[in-house]
């Protein structure tokens, strides 16, 4: 790669990171497992930097290929075969978060509600509120990342919020802060 179009890779890599990471935990992987998603996805975008670069809309195109590298992270015979997490780092886990101290207890919980939530949409659902509004793709890039039709966006979306309107995660939260 040219000097010029490595600079303008790592620029694409230091603002598409965080989004990246925090799309991939949205879409249903662990924090260690987002960022191995995100590093594999800019690895993918580096080796097509030129297809990335000139492609029609880039955000659709790099959150494409986040998707399918979730997926292919799903096929494996490793995440085939995991039948539960480890309880020690699970327990480990819920250390450090009692450690960290009483204004991150909050930021916790709703996190933890707006995962549970999200953890009981269909996969295709999830996928839409995700890009939608936590990446914050507009319609017509989300439908092109998904490879459906617009109207099919705005139908999942539609059930999704519908169903997310009734979860009792969310309106435990909500509950608690009026």
């Not at 953890?119 to 990446?135: A, E, H, I």
């Amino acid at each position: 790669m040219d000097p010029g179009n490595e600079a303008d890779y790592a620029d694409y890599v230091e603002q598409a990171w965080p989004s990246l990471v925090r799309a991939a935990v949205f879409l249903g992987a662990r924090p260690d497992e987002a960022e191995d998603l995100a590093q594999t996805t800019l690895v993918r975008c580096y080796t097509g930097w030129d297809r990335v670069r000139n492609a029609d809309n880039r955000d659709a195109y790099v959150y494409r290929m986040l998707l399918n590298c979730l997926r292919d992270s799903r096929r494996t015979r490793w995440w085939k075969d995991r039948r539960y997490d480890d309880p020690l780092a699970l327990e480990q886990q819920d250390a450090r978060r009692a450690r960290s101290g009483g204004d991150a207890t909050e930021r916790v919980a709703i996190a933890d509600a707006v995962h549970r939530a999200l953890g009981g949409l269909s996969k295709p659902n999830r996928d839409v509120v995700v890009l939608r509004y936590f990446v914050q793709l507009s319609e017509k890039q989300t439908a092109a990342v998904l490879g459906v039709p617009a109207g099919t966006v705005k139908s999942r979306l539609s059930r999704a919020l519908a169903h997310l309107a009734t979860n009792d995660h969310l309106l435990d939260i909500a509950g608690e802060r009026q």
